[in-house]
């Protein structure tokens, strides 16, 4: 199970992809062994309040968890593919 990192993410942890702790049972725990592991992330990721920033998108396979699933309480299992894009504009 890997975490992809994409735009200033993957630049802030100086990788694109990044193992996942093999203890992670949600995306959550995931997430917060990532921030653990990669401290820089974590401004950018969480607010003040330490829950993710709006238009932070989180996958599991592809599909958006805080949209089309159970948030970070989402269940993982070995060989998934995690996630994380910050917010993106263009036009």
Do not use: C, Q, Y
Not at 18 to 32: K, R, W, Y
Not at 65 to 83: H, K, M, P
């Amino acid at each position: 199970m890997e975490w992809k990192l994409f735009a200033d993410l993957a630049e802030r942890a100086g990788e694109k992809r990044i193992p996942v702790a093999d203890d992670a049972g949600t995306v959550g725990e995931a997430l917060d062994a990532l921030l653990d592991e990669h401290p820089s992330l974590a401004e950018r990721v969480l607010a003040d309040d330490g829950d993710l920033r709006d238009h932070i998108n989180v996958l599991r396979n592809g599909t958006n968890v805080l949209v089309e699933g159970d948030g970070l309480d989402e269940a993982v299992e070995a060989g998934d593919e995690l996630a994380l894009f910050p917010p993106v504009s263009g036009g």
